[in-house]
C-alpha cells in the first residue's frame, strides 16, 4: 500500500460534501491503493455538524481512510495537503446569478488562499467548486504565490458531463459512447456548451456529433441553453443547488487530473488563460485540456465556428468584469491580481 495522502474538503459539512467525502474515502478519485487523510474544514456555527458528519465516515467502515480530522481552522485544514477541494462557501438561491455572490465568498477565497500558501504542498492541486468558481479560483490563486497557478483550476466539470448527457440521450446512446464535449468559458449562464469537436461512436463506427444529431438548430439553440440553464433549473425544482452530481463532477475532475485524460480525448476545466482562443489574458477561462503527468496542456488547434468565437468573446467579457469586480472587494494592492 502507498503511503497515506491528505485531502481537504472545506464546506465539509455542506450538502455537495455529503455526497463528496464518500466517494473520495472510497478511492474513487486517488485509487484504489491509495489510503487517505481526509481533513474536513468548516466554520464554527456547524461543529455539530461536522461531528455527525464524521460519525457517519466511522460508520461507513472505509478500508482507505485511515484517519479524519474535522477542524475550523485553516492553519489544521491545509497542512500537508495534496488535493484541495474548495467546496465551501454561500449557494445561490433562486432568482440569483452566481456572479450574486462574488462579494459574500470572495473574501473565503482570499483567506483559503492565504492559508493553501502557508500550509500546503507546494505541488497542491485545488479544484474551487465554490461559486463564483472561476474567480474565486483566481483570487485564490492570487494570495498562493508561493503554488504554482498551474495548480488551481475551478470546476465546469458539471456542465460538461450536463452537456453529454443531453447529447447521449438526444442520439439515443450511452453517456460513454459521446466525447469531447467542450464547456468554454465562465461556470455561468454564458458558458459556451460546444459540440462542435465531439464525437460519437454508434454500431462500432465513430462519427462527430455535429452530423450525428444533423440539426444546428438545437446545437446552437435549446442544447445550449438548457445546459447554461441547468443550475437553476435543479434549484427551481430542489429549492436547493445541485449536490450530488456537483460532487461526482468534482470526483471526475480531480480524477482526470491526477490520473490522466486517455489518448485524444480531453475534459473541461477552468484553469488560468493564456489567451488561446483569443481569450482574455489572467481569468480562469474553461478550456478543453489533455492532462499527462498531473500535468494539463490547453488543447490547440481546434477550429471554430463564427458563432462559437462570438459565444467565447461573451463568457471572457463577463469574467473580466467579474474579476474587476473581485478587486473592488478586495485590497486592490494583490499583485498579481
Ligand atoms: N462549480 C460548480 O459546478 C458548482 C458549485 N456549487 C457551489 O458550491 C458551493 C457549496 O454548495 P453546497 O454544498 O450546496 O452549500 P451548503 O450551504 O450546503 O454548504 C456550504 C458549506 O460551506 C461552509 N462554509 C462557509 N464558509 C466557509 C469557510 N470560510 N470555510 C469553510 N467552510 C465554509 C458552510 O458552513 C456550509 O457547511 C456553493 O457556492 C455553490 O454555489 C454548487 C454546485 C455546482
Ligand atoms: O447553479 C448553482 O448555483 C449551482 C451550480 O453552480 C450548478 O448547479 O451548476
Redesign the pocket.
Known amino acids: 500500500m502507498a503511503e497515506p495522502i491528505r485531502v481537504v474538503v472545506?464546506?465539509?459539512?455542506?450538502?455537495?460534501?455529503y455526497s463528496l467525502l464518500y466517494m473520495i474515502a472510497r478511492g474513487e478519485v486517488f485509487g484504489k491503493d491509495q489510503p487517505i487523510v481526509l481533513h474536513l474544514?468548516?466554520?464554527p456555527?456547524?461543529v455539530g455538524?461536522l461531528e455527525g458528519v464524521v460519525m457517519e465516515l466511522a460508520d461507513c467502515a472505509l478500508p482507505l481512510l485511515v484517519e479524519v480530522v474535522p477542524t475550523t481552522d485553516p492553519a489544521v485544514g491545509f497542512k500537508d495537503v495534496s488535493a484541495a477541494f474548495l467546496?465551501?462557501?454561500?449557494?445561490?438561491k433562486e432568482g440569483m446569478e452566481?456572479k450574486d455572490?462574488l462579494s459574500a465568498?470572495v473574501k473565503?477565497f482570499r483567506?483559503?488562499g492565504q492559508a493553501l500558501d502557508k500550509f500546503a504542498k507546494k505541488d497542491v492541486k485545488v479544484l474551487v467548486?465554490?461559486?463564483p468558481?472561476n474567480t474565486n479560483a483566481l483570487v485564490c490563486s492570487s494570495y498562493a504565490p508561493s503554488i504554482p497557478r498551474e495548480n488551481f483550476s475551478?470546476?465546469?466539470r458539471?456542465?460538461q458531463n450536463r452537456a453529454t448527457s443531453q447529447i447521449a440521450a438526444k442520439l439515443g446512446v450511452p453517456i460513454s459512447a459521446v466525447k469531447n464535449i467542450i464547456i468554454w468559458g465562465n461556470?455561468s449562464s454564458t458558458q459556451y456548451p460546444d459540440a462542435g469537436q465531439a464525437k460519437v461512436t454508434a454500431n462500432g463506427t465513430v462519427k462527430s456529433v455535429v452530423d450525428a444529431i444533423n440539426d444546428n438548430g438545437y446545437l446552437q439553440g435549446s442544447f445550449v441553453e438548457t445546459v447554461q440553464k441547468r443550475?437553476a433549473a435543479v434549484i427551481a425544482a430542489r429549492k436547493?443547488?445541485?449536490?450530488m452530481s456537483?460532487a461526482k463532477?468534482a470526483c471526475d475532475h480531480m480524477h482526470d487530473w491526477w490520473n490522466g485524460t486517455a489518448p485524444a480525448q480531453f475534459v473541461s476545466m477552468g484553469v488560468f488563460s493564456d489567451g488561446s482562443y483569443d481569450s482574455p489574458k489572467d481569468v480562469i477561462f474553461s478550456f478543453p485540456v489533455e492532462i499527462k503527468n498531473k500535468q494539463w496542456k490547453i488543447v490547440s488547434g481546434l477550429t471554430l465556428s463564427d458563432f462559437a468565437k462570438t459565444k467565447l468573446s461573451v463568457t471572457g467579457k463577463e469574467l473580466q468584469e467579474e474579476k474587476d469586480e473581485a478587486l473592488s472587494v478586495l485590497d486592490s494592492n494583490v499583485s498579481n491580481l
Do not use: F, K
Open positions: 472545506t464546506g465539509a459539512a455542506g450538502q455537495i460534501a474544514l468548516d466554520i456555527p456547524m455538524v467546496v465551501g462557501a454561500m449557494p445561490r452566481r455572490l465568498n473565503i483567506t483559503q467548486v465554490g461559486n468558481a475551478a470546476m465546469t458539471l456542465d461556470h443550475g436547493m443547488s445541485s449536490a456537483a463532477a
